[in-house]
C-alpha cells in the first residue's frame, strides 16, 4: 500500500497506458467562455488586478453593474454535441481527452454538491457536461481525463485559509477535497490532470492523502495517472507524470515521463471572439512540437477552447483534423514509440528519433532539397532496409562516407512551395 507521502506516492509505476497514448487533447471551457476575451483568466485580470483593458472591455460590451456571476446564464452550451467532440479528437488521433471540470473561477461542469448555484446543472446548461462528454468518449474507446483546479481565486473560504497563511483548512476541507473525492468515484476518470497549487503547499492541499487514496482504495486505483501539480514546489518533482511548465520544451531527453501541453490559440486556452488566423498554430508548427515531445518522451495534449455555445469552431477542427490525417500515415512512429539512443540529428533539428524494439523511425520536417536524406545518426549494415511510411516499396540508400547513410526519397512533384509537413522513413537493421 502506498503511502501518504512524496517518497512511497512517487515509486509508483505510472501505469502503461499514458506513455503509450502519446497524444491527447485538452478542452479549455467554463464560464470564462462568455466574454470570450483576453484569456480563460478573465475574472481575474478585471476583477483581481483590475487591468483597465478588462474594465473597459466589460463597461463597452455589458449592462452597468455587471458581475462575473452574470455571465453563467449565458454560458449555455446550446450546441453542444458530446459525440460529434469525440469522433473529431478520434479523428484528430487523440487517444486520451482532459476536460476543464473545474478552473480557477470555481464555476464547475457538473453538479457539484459543493458549489450550490455556481455549475453547470444548476444554471447556464442546465446539464453534466462532465458527465456527458465521458459517456462519449468511452463509446469511442478514448481515455477521459479531468483537470480540476485545487484553488478558486475568489472563493471566500480561499481567501480566509490564504489570510492565515493556509494555516487553516477550511476551503480544502469543504471544497476542494470533496470536489475530487466526487469526481473520481462519480466519473472513474483515467487522468486527473491537477492545477492552481502554486500558492500552497501540500500540507495545506493534503494531496498526499487524497493520492494514497487513488493508488490504495478509489474504483480507478491500477489505472489512473496523475501529473504533477499538487502543492508549491511539487511541479518537475513530484506526482505522476510531469508538465513542468504550460508548453514546457526539456530541450533534452528527460529521466521521467513528461507532457507537452500547448494550445492551438497561441495566446489563450479559452475560445477568444476576436482570435485572427496569425494566432492560430499552424499544421507545420503543431506536427514539428508533436514530433519533437515524443522525440524526447513526452506526450503531447492539444488544447481547444469551445464556445459557449459548445462549438468547437471550425479552423479548430481543421487543424486536429490535419493532425489526425498526418497520424494516419505516420503514427506508426509516434504510438507505442520509445526514444532512441539519440533524439535528434547533431547538426538539425528538423531530423527526429523514435523507436520501437529494433525498428528507428527518423521524422524529417524538411523536405531536403535534392531530395537525399543524410542521417549520420544510425549506423546500417548489409541487412538494413528503409521505408518511407504512407508510401509503397523500399528506398535505396548508401553509405555516408565518413558517417551514416544517405537515403533517396521518393521524387516529389515540383513546386513552387515545398510540401508542408514531416515524413517519417522506417529504419530496419541499423544499430
Known amino acids: 500500500?502506498?503511502?501518504?507521502?512524496?517518497?512511497?506516492?512517487?515509486?509508483?509505476?505510472?501505469?502503461?497506458?499514458?506513455?503509450?497514448?502519446?497524444?491527447?487533447?485538452?478542452?479549455?471551457?467554463?464560464?470564462?467562455?462568455?466574454?470570450?476575451?483576453?484569456?480563460?483568466?478573465?475574472?481575474?485580470?478585471?476583477?483581481?488586478?483590475?487591468?483597465?483593458?478588462?474594465?473597459?472591455?466589460?463597461?463597452?460590451?455589458?449592462?452597468?453593474?455587471?458581475?462575473?456571476?452574470?455571465?453563467?446564464?449565458?454560458?449555455?452550451?446550446?450546441?453542444?454535441?458530446?459525440?460529434?467532440?469525440?469522433?473529431?479528437?478520434?479523428?484528430?488521433?487523440?487517444?486520451?481527452?482532459?476536460?476543464?471540470?473545474?478552473?480557477?473561477?470555481?464555476?464547475?461542469?457538473?453538479?457539484?454538491?459543493?458549489?450550490?448555484?455556481?455549475?453547470?446543472?444548476?444554471?447556464?446548461?442546465?446539464?453534466?457536461?462532465?458527465?456527458?462528454?465521458?459517456?462519449?468518449?468511452?463509446?469511442?474507446?478514448?481515455?477521459?481525463?479531468?483537470?480540476?483546479?485545487?484553488?478558486?481565486?475568489?472563493?471566500?473560504?480561499?481567501?480566509?485559509?490564504?489570510?492565515?497563511?493556509?494555516?487553516?483548512?477550511?476551503?480544502?476541507?469543504?471544497?476542494?477535497?470533496?470536489?475530487?473525492?466526487?469526481?473520481?468515484?462519480?466519473?472513474?476518470?483515467?487522468?486527473?490532470?491537477?492545477?492552481?497549487?502554486?500558492?500552497?503547499?501540500?500540507?495545506?492541499?493534503?494531496?498526499?492523502?487524497?493520492?494514497?487514496?487513488?493508488?490504495?482504495?478509489?474504483?480507478?486505483?491500477?489505472?489512473?495517472?496523475?501529473?504533477?501539480?499538487?502543492?508549491?514546489?511539487?511541479?518537475?518533482?513530484?506526482?505522476?507524470?510531469?508538465?513542468?511548465a504550460d508548453k514546457y520544451r526539456p530541450g533534452t531527453l528527460p529521466d521521467h515521463k513528461w507532457e507537452m501541453c500547448s494550445s492551438l490559440d497561441k495566446l489563450s486556452w479559452g475560445y477568444r471572439s476576436n482570435m485572427s488566423l496569425a494566432e492560430v498554430m499552424d499544421e507545420m508548427s503543431m506536427i514539428a512540437e508533436l514530433v519533437q515531445t515524443v522525440s524526447l518522451g513526452g506526450n503531447y495534449l492539444l488544447n481547444v477552447g469551445p464556445t459557449k455555445e459548445g462549438v468547437i469552431v471550425p479552423i479548430f477542427q481543421e487543424r486536429l483534423l490535419a493532425l489526425g490525417r498526418w497520424l494516419d500515415t505516420n503514427g506508426e512512429a509516434i504510438y507505442e514509440s520509445q526514444p532512441w539512443r539519440v533524439q535528434m540529428e547533431n547538426t538539425t533539428d528538423t531530423v527526429w528519433y523514435t523507436s520501437k524494439g529494433p525498428v528507428v523511425y527518423a521524422i524529417f520536417l524538411l523536405w531536403p532539397r535534392d531530395s537525399v536524406l543524410h542521417l549520420s545518426s544510425p549506423i546500417p549494415s548489409p541487412s538494413t532496409q528503409a521505408t518511407l511510411l504512407g508510401f509503397a516499396g523500399t528506398l535505396d540508400w548508401q553509405i555516408f562516407p565518413g558517417k551514416g547513410m544517405l537515403i533517396t526519397l521518393p521524387y516529389m512533384l515540383p513546386s513552387p512551395l515545398p510540401p508542408q509537413s514531416g515524413w517519417a522513413v522506417k529504419l530496419e537493421g541499423v544499430k
Open 1 to 244: 500500500r502506498y503511502r501518504p507521502d512524496w517518497a512511497s506516492l512517487d515509486a509508483r509505476p505510472l501505469p502503461a497506458w499514458f506513455d503509450r497514448a502519446k497524444v491527447g487533447v485538452f478542452v479549455h471551457w467554463g464560464v470564462f467562455s462568455v466574454p470570450a476575451w483576453g484569456s480563460e483568466w478573465f475574472w481575474w485580470h478585471w476583477q483581481g488586478q483590475h487591468d483597465a483593458a478588462y474594465e473597459s472591455f466589460v463597461r463597452r460590451r455589458f449592462p452597468p453593474g455587471t458581475t462575473y456571476a452574470d455571465f453563467a446564464p449565458r454560458f449555455t452550451a446550446h450546441d453542444f454535441q458530446p459525440r460529434q467532440w469525440a469522433q473529431l479528437f478520434q479523428r484528430a488521433g487523440a487517444r486520451y481527452v482532459v476536460l476543464t471540470t473545474k478552473h480557477h473561477e470555481g464555476f464547475t461542469n457538473w453538479g457539484s454538491p459543493v458549489s450550490w448555484n455556481w455549475n453547470s446543472v444548476d444554471t447556464g446548461p442546465h446539464r453534466d457536461l462532465v458527465g456527458e462528454l465521458g459517456e462519449a468518449l468511452r463509446e469511442s474507446n478514448l481515455r477521459y481525463g479531468l483537470y480540476h483546479s485545487l484553488m478558486e481565486w475568489f472563493n471566500p473560504l480561499y481567501l480566509e485559509d490564504k489570510q492565515s497563511g493556509f494555516k487553516t483548512q477550511n476551503f480544502v476541507l469543504k471544497k476542494t477535497m470533496p470536489e475530487l473525492y466526487d469526481l473520481v468515484l462519480k466519473y472513474k476518470p483515467d487522468l486527473i490532470w491537477s492545477d492552481g497549487d502554486w500558492e500552497a503547499p501540500d500540507s495545506y492541499w493534503n494531496s498526499t492523502s487524497f493520492l494514497a487514496w487513488l493508488y490504495n482504495d478509489s474504483p480507478v486505483k491500477d489505472t489512473v495517472v496523475v501529473n504533477d501539480r499538487w502543492c508549491r514546489g511539487c511541479s518537475c518533482r513530484h506526482g505522476g507524470f510531469y508538465n513542468c
